[in-house]
């Protein structure tokens, strides 16, 4: 047995397998993250979630949105706190992002693509400039 180690190019923006959203553009992704966009298009308030501020998916996802490392948009966040808007939950993985999302309505999060299962459904494909590496091994049968 041998263990490859798969590269994703792409992050997928997921909801639930039920939610009644069906298309997002990147703006609108970014209104959301950035919590500009607090309402969906059914009238209901967006659930975004993060996940940790060193984890490279979301490095990635967020050089991608806002072209900023996610530690550099603390700023943004502390003005943002003083006006009484929260920044997207955090959670620790991406198995907490697909459990988070199928439970939570309205909630939106990213994954690796390696990472999606019957829990939630592809909204969104985002393509992103970094290789990401290491976060999805297979073992393979020789």
């Not at 553009?25 to 993250?33: C, R, Y």
């Not at 490095?59 to 490392?69: D, E, G, N, P, S």
């Not at 959670?91 to 990213?110: D, H, Q």
């Not at 390696?114 to 393979?140: F, G, N």
Request: charge should be positive; charged fraction near 20%; proline fraction near 5%.
């Amino acid at each position: 047995m041998s263990t490859t180690t798969l590269v994703a190019d792409e992050l997928l923006i997921v909801v639930a397998k039920n939610s009644e959203i069906t298309t997002i553009n990147k703006q609108q992704l970014e209104h959301i993250f950035n919590r500009k966009s607090r309402i969906n298009a059914l009238g209901e308030r967006w659930v975004p979630i993060n996940l940790g501020i060193g984890n490279p998916l979301r490095i990635a996802f967020t050089k991608r949105l806002f072209k900023q490392r996610p530690e550099d948009m603390e700023s943004y966040w502390n003005i943002q706190y003083f006006k009484g808007i929260t920044p997207p939950y955090v959670v620790s993985s991406e198995e907490a992002i697909l459990r988070f999302i199928a439970t939570t309505p309205n909630a939106i999060g990213y994954i690796n693509p390696c990472h999606l299962d019957s829990r939630v459904r592809v909204l969104m494909k985002l393509a992103i400039q970094e290789k990401i590496q290491h976060l999805c091994e297979v073992s393979i049968q020789d």
